[in-house]
């Protein structure tokens, strides 16, 4: 069991920036991917980024690549989204999950375990 805790949700003005947190703990001694994907009402849940337990990074999604990194600090057992330049399209619950058989999946049904979300609402 691996449970999932995200933080840093907020309300930001568009052009602005955020750092979401994911802070794990349980059975953390074995490996496994974090996930970061987002769902905006009415619309599927989606992937937008990713991190391996080594710290090698899983491919944003296409409409954020160049906007959102995903950071690992192990001594914390934290995983970040850093969201820059942020677009009222960005607006959505965002959730952190563990993908533990580590395959570094972008679907949704490869991850285990999921965190409750965080909101994140940017203002035009």
């Known amino acids: 069991q691996v449970q999932l805790v995200e933080s840093g949700g907020g309300l930001v003005q568009a052009g602005g920036s955020l750092r979401l947190s994911c802070t794990y703990s349980g059975q953390i001694y074995h490996s496994f991917v974090v996930g970061w994907f987002r769902q905006a009402p009415g619309k599927a849940r989606e992937f937008v980024g990713g991190i391996t337990w080594s710290n090698s990074p899983i491919r944003n999604r296409d409409s954020v690549k160049s906007r959102f990194t995903v950071s690992r600090d192990v001594a914390k057992n934290t995983v970040y989204l850093f969201m820059n330049n942020l677009e009222p399209e960005d607006t959505a619950v965002y959730y952190c999950?563990?993908?533990?058989?580590?395959?570094?999946?972008?679907?949704?049904?490869?991850?285990?375990?999921w965190g409750q979300g965080t909101q994140v609402t940017v203002s035009s």
């Open positions: 999950a563990a993908d533990t058989r580590n395959w570094g999946s972008t679907r949704t049904g490869d991850y285990d375990y």
